[in-house]
């Protein structure tokens, strides 16, 4: 069923069995933020790729969206759920084909202007998960925020183990093309510092143009995630390697080696991070009691330096920080959209009217003028070229920077401005 709720969301149930639909976040992180273009599918746990500025600095491999259809629900964000009883043990993956496929569970998407919600329902074991996902909103550094809740509503003590992340995180900077040709080459230069430090930075050791000047890289990935339960709330220490977790199971199906250890023990475990593609995981054992929730709250984003990022990480980023980021991204395409704010007898039609404005003026921006006593100049904030999974043709950039803009074509842009004369 598609339901548009009383606060303007679009909720679909059972959002898997419909027919498939590609889509994406805005890319607006306001005037003094660093954008990310975020693709989703109605597969899954929903993020099909994401990165920033354009597909060769991916942060999770761009693919097109017949294939995104094919492989989100291994490649993209995977929980796993261990239910320990007494006389077994139950592993469960939330938004998997298997769980979806069983009339125990239920699941809903709820899409809104700036942010994508997931739910899962299993009435047999109890389990609520509901996800979260927006950007970092005026932030010195760009990062897709993910926030999940894990809820015990059987009425019963359960005692969890519970993994939750991204398989496959790129270093900064893999060229699109050449990763889909000579992937296999292209990962002996991937490398991840910092895991020490519980925030390990995905870069690549050096350039890998066919050349003899061989340039550093300084710019990054990184993974953060905190932890919030019965346990306390803390930084989570990570697993980036993913043999870690899956073994032998290099198809990623199912979590091997989490199925014969303990989430301690895997997190004792040595990591190989270089010459491989990494991941990026949180782990935690926990006993929920009737009502308790466990939260993970991970942020996957974008530096220039490691330095930048930790100075981020160590000075602004907390859990009650994201919990007022949360709400910020919520709103910040409000200023836009209040422009077309349009009420009628027929709700649908005014959420028509707001979305569609929102998308089309993306094809060209928004305009603002600076101005001093000698001139003034037009800018164009946010506008980004048509690159969504279904338009795999074409090349879009975002730039990386405060007072962001992007690429587009002529006809896109004088198209799009007519319906601001219109409106």
């Known amino acids: 069923m598609y339901t548009l709720t009383t606060n303007q969301t679009f909720d679909i149930s059972q959002f898997q069995e419909k027919s498939p639909f590609s889509s994406f976040l805005p890319g607006i992180a306001g005037v003094k933020g660093i954008p990310m273009w975020v693709f989703y599918v109605n597969?899954?746990?929903?993020?099909?790729?994401?990165?920033?500025?354009?597909k060769n600095h991916a942060m999770m491999e761009f693919l097109p969206a017949d294939k995104s259809y094919q492989h989100v629900q291994l490649q993209g964000f995977r929980t796993f759920?261990?239910?320990?009883?007494?006389?077994?043990?139950?592993?469960?993956?939330?938004?998997?084909?298997?769980?979806?496929?069983?009339?125990?569970?239920?699941?809903?998407?709820?899409?809104?202007?700036?942010?994508?919600?997931?739910?899962?329902?299993?009435?047999?074991?109890?389990?609520?998960?509901?996800?979260?996902?927006?950007?970092?909103?005026?932030?010195?550094?760009?990062?897709?925020?993910?926030?999940?809740?894990?809820?015990?509503?059987?009425?019963?003590?359960?005692?969890?183990?519970?993994?939750?992340?991204?398989?496959?995180?790129?270093?900064?900077?893999?060229?699109?093309?050449?990763?889909?040709?000579?992937?296999?080459?292209?990962?002996?230069?991937?490398?991840?510092?910092?895991?020490?430090?519980?925030?390990?930075y995905y870069r690549l050791r050096g350039s890998i143009e066919d050349s003899s000047e061989v340039k550093e890289i300084l710019q990054g990935n990184f993974y953060v995630s905190f932890s919030c339960g019965p346990n306390g709330e803390e930084m989570v220490k990570p697993i980036i390697d993913r043999d870690v977790i899956f073994g032998t199971d290099t198809s990623l199906h199912i979590p091997r080696q989490f199925l014969r250890e303990s989430v301690e023990n895997l997190l004792e475990k040595p990591q190989q991070t270089t010459n491989k593609v990494s991941g990026g995981f949180s782990g935690v054992s926990v006993v929920l009691l009737p009502g308790e929730a466990q939260e993970f709250h991970t942020v996957i984003g974008h530096g220039k330096t490691l330095r930048t990022v930790k100075g981020f990480v160590s000075e602004e980023l907390t859990m009650s920080a994201l919990m007022e980021m949360k709400e910020r991204a919520k709103t910040i395409t409000n200023p836009i959209t209040e422009k077309i704010h349009t009420r009628t007898g027929e709700p649908l039609f005014d959420a028509y009217a707001r979305q569609s404005f929102l998308d089309n003026g993306l094809r060209g921006g928004f305009p603002i003028t600076f101005e001093n006593e000698a001139q003034k100049k037009v800018y164009y904030l946010f506008s980004r070229k048509h690159g969504d999974l279904e338009r795999d043709y074409n090349f879009f950039s975002l730039s990386p920077t405060y007072y962001s803009q992007g690429n587009g074509n002529y006809r896109d842009i004088n198209q799009n401005r007519r319906c601001d004369v219109f409106f």
């Open 43 to 54: 597969r899954g746990q929903g993020i099909a790729s994401f990165g920033v500025q354009d």
């Open 81 to 200: 759920i261990k239910v320990l009883e007494s006389e077994k043990i139950v592993l469960l993956e939330p938004f998997s084909p298997q769980s979806s496929a069983s009339d125990k569970v239920e699941e809903r998407m709820i899409i809104s202007e700036n942010a994508l919600e997931l739910e899962w329902v299993n009435h047999e074991y109890g389990l609520r998960m509901k996800v979260e996902y927006f950007i970092l909103p005026e932030s010195k550094v760009a990062g897709l925020v993910r926030q999940v809740t894990l809820t015990n509503e059987s009425g019963k003590e359960r005692q969890l183990e519970i993994i939750d992340g991204l398989p496959s995180l790129f270093p900064s900077g893999v060229p699109n093309a050449a990763y889909k040709e000579l992937g296999n080459t292209i990962k002996s230069w991937f490398d991840v510092e910092n895991l020490e430090e519980n925030v390990p």
